[in-house]
């Protein structure tokens, strides 16, 4: 479960490191146990599933 959630954070930071490259904002928060990438108005981009 452990190294699950650690790829999921990897992704995580990949994506929004690809989002800030290409000028666009978003952040990535954890919501019922589900990591969520939005972008800065609350639309989500991507779920990645249970953490």
């Given at each position: 479960?452990?190294?699950?959630?650690?790829?999921?954070?990897?992704?995580?930071?990949?994506?929004?490191?690809?989002?800030?490259e290409?000028?666009?904002?978003?952040?990535?928060?954890?919501?019922?146990?589900?990591?969520?990438?939005?972008?800065?108005?609350?639309?989500?981009?991507?779920?990645l599933?249970?953490?």
């Amino acid at each position: 479960m452990e190294k699950r959630t650690e790829e999921l954070e990897k992704r995580v930071v990949e994506l929004e490191k690809q989002l800030t490259e290409t000028n666009k904002s978003a952040n990535c928060i954890i919501e019922n146990d589900m990591a969520i990438l939005r972008k800065r108005d609350g639309r989500i981009i991507l779920r990645l599933g249970r953490v």
